[in-house]
């Protein structure tokens, strides 16, 4: 998989979208419903509302209002707001395991490891509402949300199994890999929400790409065997 981090794009300040585009997104919204997608169309209303107003704001009352739909249909699906946002930090963490299991697209696994990092912070910078929901303080407690936990468990899976293979290979040092994998997710998610605020690009005056290599250039030197 090819990861592509973009260096002029500014999460912080994002343009309000437009009522013309609010009315397309509901326009395709009850189109979605009308083909049995309500649940769909309305974590991907949410992640809209939370991308323009920020988690605080979301309510299932406006999710609803840009999913096209009744004030009552979401609760078809959602019992009240953390419910529904339990949904898109779901298929967040499904969508983060796929990108670290894809990562590197090559049989090398020196490569491999070293792409999963910057995997991680392109995931972030591509999909920043997921990313705000999946680790904000709403969701901190996962109790009653089965499959938001299987999802975190299977992207935090993925990146141990990353990092137990680059062990076999030689490429890091022994020692417990839920450790190590642990120390390198600390540096890259600390990374990414640096940048989700758009003040460390202005800061070292470079784009996301570079810093992301800049950073997993060290992870990886400071987990090379000794």
Not at 86 to 108: I, P, S, W, Y
Not at 115 to 136: E, K, L, W
């Amino acid at each position: 998989m090819r990861t592509l981090l973009t260096s002029d794009v500014c999460i912080v300040n994002i343009e309000p979208v437009t009522l013309a585009v609010d009315m397309a997104i509901a326009r395709r919204r009850r189109r979605s419903y009308h083909h049995g997608n309500l649940r769909a169309a309305l974590v991907e209303a949410a992640l809209g509302l939370v991308q323009r107003e920020g988690v605080e704001a979301l309510t299932l009352r406006g999710a609803a209002r840009l999913a096209g739909v009744s004030p009552a249909a979401p609760y078809r699906h959602f019992a009240d707001k953390r419910a529904l946002l339990a949904a898109v930090a779901e298929e967040g963490f499904r969508l983060l395991a796929a990108a670290l299991r894809e990562a590197g697209g090559t049989t090398e696994p020196r490569e491999r490891f070293r792409a999963r990092g910057p995997a991680y912070v392109s995931f972030a910078i591509r999909h920043p509402s997921h990313f705000r929901v999946m680790f904000g303080r709403e969701l901190a407690d996962r109790t009653g949300y089965p499959g938001l936990r299987d999802a975190a468990a299977a992207a935090f899976d993925a990146l141990i199994e990353g990092m137990a293979e680059a062990q076999r290979a030689g490429v890091v040092r022994e020692g417990d890999p839920r450790e190590l994998g642990l120390t390198a997710w600390s540096a890259m998610h600390g990374l990414s929400s640096l940048l989700l605020t758009g003040r460390l690009q202005a800061m070292f005056g470079a784009g996301a790409d570079e810093l992301a290599a800049r950073v997993g250039t060290n992870i990886y030197r400071g987990l090379a065997p000794r």
